[in-house]
């Protein structure tokens, strides 16, 4: 059986974008956070649109998993690409992990954090996921699994390589139709949508990477709870062969 595949992503680290491109693939079918609710329940967090995402979705997180792997095994036609985001997984039980292939998406901390303090002014550790990241990349490391880390940088510098190399290792044949999609929103994008996906409808492809030079000084001391436990992660991610052009 085609095992669902399993993103987890921090917030503004182009997982919107690397979901638009697997929903490219006629063998895919795309799911948008599907812990979303769940994790809103529990945590009480004050985020956008919360009451409208609680009502348009399933909160309790374990039946949510537990349904989507069954759907996996009732349709052996597409594979299920779950994106999701690590800071999600709040009080659950995480023994579906061992039915799901797992891939970890980071982005630096310093391109990252002035994004997403916009929309969660008071953003901390836990709203990037990345400790949670390198917890979950442990765990499943010593149970024998093999999680792959992607990098967004490196995966705007080299998407056709990055994406390859992610295709190889989910058993899956790089389909070139990943690389752009039409602008505008997709049906399967969750009802959280217009609060942070603006510039990915706008894109019909992986926009080029351009390093950002200016950090705001109020953000350092989170910056230095994050660095830690990016660099972590980021040595072990894959990495692109192509020239930077920054």
Not at 142 to 163: M, T
Request: glycine share 4%; with cysteine; charged share 25%.
């Amino acid at each position: 059986m085609n095992t669902p595949i399993c993103l987890w992503s921090g917030p503004r680290n182009v997982s919107t974008a690397l979901m638009y491109s697997f929903a490219e693939r006629p063998d895919i079918h795309v799911v948008d956070e599907p812990l979303y609710g769940h994790y809103l329940l529990v945590s009480g967090a004050d985020h956008p649109a919360r009451d409208a995402i609680m009502s348009s979705m399933n909160c309790d997180g374990y039946a949510v998993m537990r349904e989507l792997i069954e759907q996996q095994r009732q349709d052996s036609a597409r594979r299920l690409f779950l994106k999701h985001m690590a800071h999600h997984l709040v009080d659950l039980d995480l023994d579906f992990l061992r039915e799901t292939s797992n891939i970890f998406l980071i982005r630096d901390p310093r391109e990252m954090l002035p994004s997403l303090t916009i929309q969660l002014p008071r953003a901390t550790l836990r709203d990037t996921g990345l400790k949670r990241q390198w917890e979950l990349f442990e765990d499943l490391s010593r149970a024998g699994q093999h999680p792959v880390i992607l990098d967004s940088r490196e995966l705007l510098r080299d998407p056709a390589g990055i994406l390859r190399r992610l295709c190889e290792h989910l058993g899956l044949l790089f389909d070139p139709c990943m690389l752009s999609w039409e602008a505008g929103p997709r049906a399967e994008d969750g009802v959280w949508a217009p609060h942070w996906y603006h510039a990915v409808h706008r894109s019909t492809g992986f926009a080029p990477y351009r390093a950002k030079e200016e950090f705001p000084d109020h953000l350092q001391p989170l910056l230095d709870e994050c660095k830690h436990w990016y660099d972590r992660l980021f040595d072990n991610a894959l990495t692109s062969t192509a020239t930077p052009t920054e």
